[in-house]
C-alpha cells in the first residue's frame, strides 16, 4: 500500500486530489495539510511513502517545506511530488534542487497522476515529459557555472560511460531510452543509474539531473 499526503491551500483542489486517490488500488491517504508547515507535520507524523505538494501556498510555501522534509534524517524516506498550475512555473527547479523527485500540473489526467505517485513512490523521478526538459534546460541556464573551488564528491570516480549516462539522464531521458540512445539493454541501463545513484549519494533521478547541471557535466543546451 503506498500512503499518501496532499498538501494543497485551497480545499476543493486537495479535496479533489484526495478523493481520487483514495478510490484508486493500493493507494492510502494518510493526511491532507492547507500550508507548508501543516505538510511537514503531518510528514512527521505519518511518514508516508509520497506527498503532493502545491508550491504556493500562505505561512509555509511548497518549496521551503520541501526543503525541510528532505533534509530531516526523520522524513528524507518521502518522495515530494510537486503540483503547480503553470509548466514553467519559476520555482520548481528550486524544488528539484531542495530535494523533490518531480512535478506534475494541477490539469494533469487522472490516470496520469496515479501513475505519477506510483512511479515516484517506486524511487524513480517524473523527468521524461517534454515540459519537465524544457523546465530544466530553462531553469539551469540560470545555475552560475561551476567553479575550479567546487566539485562534487563521487563525480571523479565515475567512467566514462557513467558519464554518458548521466549526461542522459539529464536531459530526461528514461532507462528506456538510454538502453536504445546508449545500445544497451534495458537492464544495463538501470545498472548504471543505479550506480550513479549510489557514487554521487543522490535521492533519485531528479538529483542526478540537478548536480550534472550543477557541476557542468552537461550545460544547458548541449546536445
Known amino acids: 500500500m503506498i500512503r499518501v499526503a496532499v498538501a494543497d491551500d485551497q480545499a476543493l483542489v486537495r479535496s479533489g486530489f484526495a478523493v481520487l486517490l483514495r478510490s484508486a488500488d493500493g493507494i492510502d491517504v494518510v493526511g491532507e495539510a492547507s500550508n507548508g508547515a501543516e505538510a511537514v507535520e503531518l510528514v512527521q507524523r505519518e511518514h508516508p511513502d509520497v506527498v503532493l505538494m502545491d508550491i504556493r501556498m500562505p505561512e509555509m510555501d511548497g518549496l521551503e517545506a520541501t526543503r525541510r522534509i528532505t533534509a530531516d534524517a526523520a522524513t528524507e524516506s518521502t518522495r515530494v511530488l510537486i503540483l503547480t498550475t503553470f509548466d514553467l512555473d519559476e520555482y520548481v527547479f528550486d524544488a528539484l534542487r531542495a530535494g523533490a523527485s518531480g512535478f506534475l500540473l494541477k490539469d494533469t489526467l487522472p490516470d496520469d497522476l496515479l501513475a505519477a505517485v ?20 530553462q531553469f539551469a541556464a540560470q545555475t552560475p557555472a561551476p567553479t575550479g573551488s567546487k566539485s ?70 548541449s546536445s
Not at 523521478?125 to 534546460?137: D, F, G, M, Q
Not at 543505479?194 to 557541476?215: G, H, N
Request: glycine residues 6%; aromatic residues 4%.
Open 118 to 137: 506510483r512511479v515516484v513512490a517506486e524511487g524513480e523521478a517524473l523527468l521524461a515529459p517534454k515540459v519537465t526538459r524544457r523546465l530544466i534546460e
Open 152 to 221: 562534487c564528491p563521487g563525480l571523479e570516480t565515475l567512467t566514462d560511460r557513467e558519464r554518458e549516462v548521466l549526461s542522459a539522464v539529464a536531459r530526461g531521458r528514461s532507462n528506456a531510452e538510454l538502453a536504445e540512445d546508449l545500445f544497451m539493454s534495458h537492464a544495463t541501463a538501470k545498472t548504471h543509474v543505479s550506480r550513479l545513484l549510489t557514487k554521487l549519494d543522490a535521492r533519485d533521478r531528479a538529483q542526478l539531473v540537478v548536480l550534472a547541471y550543477e557541476f557542468g557535466v552537461v550545460t544547458p543546451g
